[in-house]
T-cell receptor, first 115, second 113 residues
Framework: DSGVTQTPKHLITATGQRVTLRCSPR?????VYWYQQSLDQGLQFLIQ???????AKGNILERFSAQQFPDLHSELNLSSLELGDSALYFC??????????????FGPGTRLTVL | AQSVTQLGSHVSVSEGALVLLRCNYS??????LFWYVQYPNQGLQLLLK??????LVKGINDFEAEFKKSETSFHLTKPSAHMSDAAEYFC???????????FGQGTRLTINP
């Protein structure tokens, strides 16, 4: 158990819908990262938040957005869903927003299926 | 820009045999390199990381990796495979000033009895 929790574990929805994925980082970790894992794209970085502020952005679609709240939990919002958005979405956390060598601890993931 | 190439999407070895999973990286800055393991229906777990302190890095479960700058490689090895090592393995890179992990495509390790 990494200490990172993600809900829900599974999500099945239809095209055009909007969903929210939730992540609670390990106690004491200030950085939260979101990654998408799909068969065709592999594991890709989406976005990072540090202590409530956006720190880095990767291959995140405009239909996707995220935020980190004062209690440090984070939410990833996916809207106007398409079949291609079906994937496993991981949240990770690390203690720092500065050091590139800090370990990132991964949650169990949310499996999103868009029908 | 940084990238990682894992040679071989699928590796199969016999129980007790040497495990060798290959990773080559490309980085415009001194890299930090990581190996993560993903068991079925689970998240990623860190096996080991290279942060420039020592070129031979030892990790959990008897895995180790050697950083070779001249070959831009960070191959993962284990002297004797166990059935419990069957999983997907990911090599990843970050660099100074960038915290996002850039992953390779992964290598699925199968252990034959």
């Amino acid at each position: 158990d990494s200490g990172v929790t993600q809900t829900p574990k599974h999500l099945i929805t239809a095209t055009g819908q909007r969903v929210t994925l939730r992540c609670s980082p390990r106690s004491g970790d200030l950085s939260v990262y979101w990654y998408q894992q799909s068969l065709d794209q592999g594991l890709q970085f989406l976005i990072q938040y540090y202590n409530g502020e956006e720190r880095a952005k990767g291959n995140i679609l405009e239909r996707f957005s995220a935020q980190q709240f004062p209690d440090l939990h984070s939410e990833l919002n996916l809207s106007s869903l398409e079949l291609g958005d079906s994937a496993l979405y991981f949240c990770a956390s690390s203690v720092s927003g500065q050091s590139s060598y800090n370990e990132q601890f991964f949650g169990p993931g949310t499996r999103l299926t868009v029908l | 820009a940084q990238s990682v190439t894992q040679l071989g999407s699928h590796v199969s070895v016999s129980e007790g045999a040497l495990v060798l999973l290959r990773c080559n990286y490309s980085s415009s800055v001194p890299p930090y390199l990581f190996w993560y393991v993903q068991y079925p229906n689970q998240g990623l777990q860190l096996l080991l990381k290279y942060t420039s302190a020592a070129t031979l890095v030892k990790g959990i479960n008897d895995f180790e990796a050697e950083f070779k700058k001249s070959e831009t490689s960070f191959h993962l090895t284990k002297p004797s495979a166990h059935m419990s090592d069957a999983a997907e393995y990911f090599c990843a890179v970050t660099g100074q000033g960038a915290q996002k992990l850039v992953f390779g495509q992964g290598t699925r390790l199968t252990i034959n009895p």
